[in-house]
């Protein structure tokens, strides 16, 4: 018990690690995704933080990867920057290959926060059918 008042009196705030206002919570939880086309996770509000996360995110079915942040669609091209009460969702969408070749695209995407040692905070999936 002393432990852990001494890590609370730290400033750890668990979850994955630094401790240091870098760790939302409650931790955001994307739903997977199965649509034609496109389609698009529930909104998660970034919240339980002191400081400005960067967050990424690794696709392995090759999608066009979309996220909106505060109502703003921007395309995935790298880390960007989340701050408490930003409210986040992803987008991913087929490439037009594959709605030209009518195959089925599948795939994960990993969420990070880099701000807390890389830390992941979610994974979902998609199942995007051509159209």
């Avoid at 705030?13 to 389609?39: E, K, L």
């Avoid at 969408?93 to 992941?120: H, K, W, Y």
């Amino acid at each position: 018990m002393a432990g852990a008042l001494m890590a609370l009196a730290a400033g750890g705030t668990g979850g994955g690690g630094g401790g240091d206002g870098d760790v939302p919570s409650p931790t955001p939880s994307w739903n997977d995704v199965y649509a034609t086309n496109s389609g698009a996770t529930n909104y998660q509000t970034i919240s339980g933080i002191t400081v400005p996360l960067t967050i990424t995110a690794t696709d392995t079915g090759g999608s066009l990867l979309y996220y909106s942040l505060n109502g703003q669609y921007n395309v995935y091209t790298g880390g960007f920057t989340v701050h408490a009460g930003d409210v986040l969702n992803w987008i991913p969408q087929n490439t037009p290959a594959e709605r030209a070749s009518m195959t089925r695209l599948t795939g994960t995407v990993t969420i990070t926060n880099v701000t807390d040692s890389n830390t992941v905070l979610d994974t979902f999936s998609y199942s995007l059918t051509p159209q």
